[in-house]
C-alpha cells in the first residue's frame, strides 16, 4: 500500500445505514481523512478520482443487470475488497424476493414492472467477485469499521469475532433471556459485534450479525418450538435482514408450511 | 449586458448525483434557449418493501420499515406504528408520546446536522465535501461533526443505537431510558444548542441564488407545538385533514425514468414536503429561541428560496435541541415502557415528519396481525414534481451560465431538498440536456 492509501466506498442496493456509519466516525473522520485518500465516495463528495485503488468498502446487494457488471469492475479497481453490511454479506432484506417471485412483489408496488430493471434475486457481493474481508451487522458497528481502517493501515489483520452473541452477554453479565425468561432469542446462532445490544434492552436478538460460525440453528428452533414459538414465527424469525445467509435461510425453509397447508 | 455565450441547445447531464442519499441523477434540455424538459432520474434499485410487507407480523414492520433508509429510521419506525396503533385501536401513554419524540429529536439533529455542514454547505463555498471544507474552515466542520455527534447521542440512548434503532416496538418501547441516563445528555445538548444558533448565524452569511419557488406547502400541523411526530396534515391552501383523509388524496404515479413514484394531490398536483413547508405552515409554533435564530438567519414567517432551506434546516436543529433538552428535564420513565397491543383486522395510517419531510404509512390486517397489505409514501417522492418545477426556475434564472457552473447549480437545486433516494425506490439522475 502506498503512504497515503486510497479508499473508495461504493453503493449497491441498500439504505446507505453502512456508508452512514463511516459518517458517523464524527470524532475520527477527519483524522481518517488525513491518513487515507478518500478517492471515491459518491454520498459524501462531488469529487472522485479514478481508480486503482488500494481499499473499496462496498455497500449493498447486487439486483440489477448493470450493479452485476459494475462489481466486477470495481473488483478489477480494487487491492482490497470489503463489503460492509448484511445486503452485501448476505443479500439484505431485499433477499425477501429470492423466496417468492419478482413479479409477485412488483404488483401492488409499480404500475408498471416493465419500466423496471431488476433481477430475480438479490444475492451478496462474494456470489460475484472475490471478497477479501466480509463486516457484518444490520447495520455495521463503527468500531468495528474503526478497526478495520486501523488494521488496513497498519498493515495487520483486523480483530473481528465469529462467536456468538451470547458470549456478548455474558461479557456484559445481561441474564439470558432464553433460558431465564423462555424469550425467544437468536444470541445463540447469531454473530457477535453488536455488543449484545438487544438483549440489554430486554429484547431478543433478532439476527442483525448474521450467522455464527457453526451455528446450530435446528438446536435453537427446537428449544424456540419447544417455549411455543409456531412453525410460522420460527420461519419469520430467520427471514430477515440475513435471510440470504445459508445458515438462516435454511432453517427458515425447514419451517415453512408446505404449499398445501398455505 | 454581457454576452450570451450559451448555445440555445444544449443538455445538461449528471448520471449520478453526488452528496445526496442513495443513487440518482438529473437531466435537463434547453432547445432554443428555452427549458424543454427536466427530469430527476431516480435509477436507486427497487427493492419492493410494500410487496415483502405481506403476510408478515404487525411486529416486526418498524424494523423492517427502518431498513427503507438509513438516515431516517426513526421516521420509518414512527410512522409504521402510528399506523400499526391506529389500526388495532391501541392508544399510547403522554410518557410514551414524549420519549417517541425525543428520540426522534435525536433524529433530527443527526440527519440536519449531516445535510447542513456534509451535503449542502460545501455547495455555498465551492467546494467538493466536508473535508475540502474542513482546510477552510475547520472549525465549522468540527462543530457539524460535534452537532451530529450528539444527535446520534441521544439516538443511542433512547433507541439503543443510531443506524436502524433496537429500542421500538409497537406500543412503545422495550425499555424505558434510565433519568440518570438521559441527563447525563443536557450538557452535550446545551453545547448543541448553541452550535445550532451558531449555524444559524453561519448560513446567514452564506450567498443565496435569487430564486423564489411557487410551493403548495403540506405538512402535519398540530395545535401549538412544532410537528415531529403527530397531528393533522395541512395545506398552505387551506387544507386540513387526517392522515387517512390525506392518503386518499395522495396519487401516485409510476414513470418510466424513474424507480419512484410520482405523487400528486388529488386536484391540486405538485406539492412540497419537508423543512420549508413544516415552517410556512408552523413558524409562529416555534419556541422564542427558534424564533430568534430565524431572524438571524434573515427568515420571515414563510421561506419561499429554496436554497435558504440550510437556513430553516439551522433554525429546526435549533428547536430539536431545544425540544429535546425540554423533554429531557420533564421525563418520567412510562412504566410500562409500551401499551399493550392486541390485533383486530383493519386498516390503520400513520403520518409523521421524517427530517425530509412527511412519511406517510398505510398498512391494512387480518386478525391475527399479518400485513394484507402495506402502502408507503417516501417524502422524497411526494417532493419530486415540486423539485423538477424547482430545477426548471434554477436553469430560467442562470440560462447564461457555462455549463459547469449550470450543472452545479441544479445538483444545488436538488440538494436543497434533501433528496432520500434510498427512501424514494421505491427514487434520482441529473443530466442539463440543450441541444
Known amino acids: ?262 | 449586458m454581457t454576452h450570451r455565450r450559451q448555445s440555445a441547445d444544449r443538455t445538461i447531464d449528471v448520471p449520478g448525483l453526488a452528496r445526496v442519499e442513495g443513487e440518482g441523477g438529473l437531466r435537463v434540455e434547453v432547445r432554443g434557449g428555452e427549458v424543454a424538459s427536466v427530469a430527476l432520474n431516480i435509477f436507486e434499485p427497487p427493492r419492493f418493501f410494500e410487496g415483502f410487507l405481506r403476510a408478515r407480523s404487525f411486529e416486526e414492520v418498524p424494523d423492517i420499515t427502518a431498513r427503507i433508509c438509513g438516515i431516517c429510521p426513526v421516521a420509518y419506525q414512527m410512522s409504521a406504528c402510528a399506523a400499526i396503533e391506529d389500526a388495532f385501536g391501541v392508544a399510547v401513554d403522554a410518557r410514551v408520546a414524549a420519549l417517541r419524540r425525543l428520540l426522534y429529536c435525536g433524529e433530527w439533529v443527526q440527519s440536519h446536522a449531516l445535510h447542513v455542514y456534509l451535503l449542502h454547505a460545501p455547495d455555498f463555498l465551492g467546494c467538493a465535501d466536508a473535508v475540502e471544507l474542513a482546510q477552510l474552515d475547520r472549525a465549522a466542520v468540527q462543530r457539524g461533526l460535534e452537532l451530529k455527534r450528539v444527535g446520534n447521542l441521544l439516538m443511542e440512548a433512547v433507541g439503543g443505537r443510531s443506524v436502524h434503532p433496537v429500542n421500538v416496538r409497537v406500543g412503545g418501547f422495550y425499555r424505558a431510558p434510565r433519568p440518570e441516563d438521559l441527563r447525563a445528555l443536557l450538557e452535550p445538548l446545551r453545547r448543541a444548542l448553541d452550535a445550532s444558533l451558531a449555524t444559524a448565524e453561519w448560513v446567514a452569511g452564506f450567498d443565496y441564488p435569487d430564486v423564489e419557488g411557487e410551493y403548495l406547502f403540506v405538512a402535519l400541523r398540530p395545535d401549538g407545538v412544532y410537528p415531529i411526530d403527530s397531528g393533522p396534515v395541512a395545506s398552505s391552501d387551506g387544507l386540513e385533514t387526517t392522515p387517512g383523509g390525506f392518503a386518499e388524496l395522495v396519487v401516485e404515479e409510476h414513470v418510466e425514468r424513474s424507480t419512484a413514484l410520482h405523487a400528486r394531490l388529488a386536484g391540486r398536483g405538485a406539492y412540497l414536503t419537508g423543512p420549508l413547508a413544516r415552517y410556512a405552515l408552523n413558524s409562529g409554533s416555534l419556541p422564542e429561541i427558534a424564533k430568534q435564530a430565524a431572524a438571524a438567519a434573515g427568515l420571515g414567517p414563510v421561506c419561499t428560496n429554496p436554497f435558504r432551506s440550510i437556513a430553516v434546516r439551522a433554525v429546526e436543529l435549533v428547536f430539536a435541541c431545544d425540544e429535546a433538552i425540554r423533554l429531557i428535564e420533564r421525563y418520567e420513565p412510562p412504566d410500562p415502557p409500551a401499551a399493550e397491543v392486541r390485533p383486530v383486522a383493519g386498516v390503520g395510517h400513520g403520518a409523521t415528519e421524517a427530517p425530509r419531510g412527511l412519511l406517510l404509512h398505510r398498512y391494512a390486517f387480518d386478525a391475527g396481525g399479518l400485513v394484507r397489505e402495506a402502502r408507503i409514501v417516501p417524502p422524497t417522492s411526494q417532493n419530486q414534481l415540486s423539485i423538477e418545477d424547482d430545477l426548471r426556475r434554477v436553469v430560467v434564472a442562470s440560462i447564461g451560465a457555462g455549463d459547469e457552473e449550470l450543472t452545479a447549480r441544479c445538483e444545488q437545486a436538488v440538494r436543497n431538498h434533501d433528496p432520500c433516494i434510498s427512501c424514494a425506490a421505491h427514487f434520482l439522475d441529473v443530466e442539463v440536456e440543450r441541444s
Open chain 1, 1 to 262: 500500500m502506498s503512504a497515503r492509501p486510497t479508499l473508495a466506498v461504493w453503493k449497491f442496493s441498500s439504505c446507505d445505514g453502512c456508508q452512514l456509519t463511516l459518517l458517523d466516525c464524527e470524532d475520527e473522520l477527519l483524522a481518517v481523512a488525513e491518513h487515507v485518500d478518500i478517492a471515491h465516495f459518491t454520498e459524501m463528495s462531488s469529487a472522485s478520482v479514478d481508480g486503482p485503488y488500494d481499499v473499496s468498502l462496498v455497500e449493498g446487494s447486487v439486483t440489477t443487470a448493470a450493479d452485476r457488471e459494475r462489481i466486477l469492475a470495481i473488483r478489477e479497481a480494487s487491492g482490497l475488497l470489503v463489503t460492509i453490511g448484511a445486503c452485501a454479506a448476505a443479500g439484505g432484506i431485499q433477499a425477501l424476493r429470492n423466496f417468492t417471485s419478482v413479479a409477485e412483489l412488483a404488483r401492488g408496488v409499480y404500475a408498471h414492472p416493465e419500466y423496471l430493471d431488476t433481477l430475480e434475486t438479490s444475492t451478496a457481493i462474494a456470489d460475484h467477485v472475490g471478497v477479501d474481508l466480509e463486516l457484518h451487522g444490520c447495520p455495521i458497528d463503527r468500531h468495528q469499521l474503526l478497526e478495520v481502517i486501523s488494521a488496513l493501515l497498519a498493515g495487520r489483520r483486523p480483530v473481528l469475532p465469529s462467536y456468538s452473541v451470547c458470549q456478548e452477554c455474558k461479557q456484559r453479565a445481561t441474564v439470558c433471556l432464553l433460558v431465564a425468561r423462555g424469550r425467544a432469542c437468536l444470541g445463540p446462532v447469531t454473530r457477535a459485534g453488536c455488543g449484545a445490544l438487544c438483549p440489554s434492552l430486554d429484547r431478543g436478538c433478532f439476527g442483525c450479525f448474521g450467522p455464527a460460525e457453526s451455528a446450530n440453528t435446528a438446536s435453537l428452533a427446537r428449544r424456540l418450538a419447544a417455549d411455543g414459538t409456531s412453525q410460522a414465527q420460527l420461519s419469520r424469525l430467520f427471514r430477515t435482514f440475513n435471510a440470504g445467509a445459508p445458515a438462516f435461510r435454511k432453517e427458515s425453509v425447514a419451517h415453512d408450511a408446505p404449499p398445501a397447508e398455505r
